[in-house]
């Protein structure tokens, strides 16, 4: 096993960071940073229209027991 590993040489080789390399890595990051927030906004927006349809949903039903306690409907027994 030792005989595998033995012919593994380390590269040497390095990645110089130049200007074009690091205008990608920011406007890569700009672009996370921007989808992170629109995520963030848009499921914020979801929580609220979520909240509103709910309310409209209980003013419904609270409108609607209302109209049902004012006219009760006939229990006929057979």
């Not at 033995?6 to 390095?14: D, G, I, M, N």
């Not at 700009?30 to 989808?35: G, R, T």
Request: net charge positive.
């Amino acid at each position: 096993m030792s005989l595998l590993f033995s012919y593994v040489k380390y590269s040497e080789a390095s990645f110089p960071m130049t200007g074009q390399y690091t205008a990608l890595l920011l406007i890569t990051s700009i672009i996370w940073v921007l989808l992170w927030f629109g995520y963030r906004q848009n499921k914020i927006n979801d929580e609220i229209k979520k909240k509103e349809k709910e309310e409209r949903i209980n003013a419904k039903v609270k409108r609607r027991k209302k109209l049902e306690s004012l006219y009760p409907a006939n229990k006929k027994t057979v």
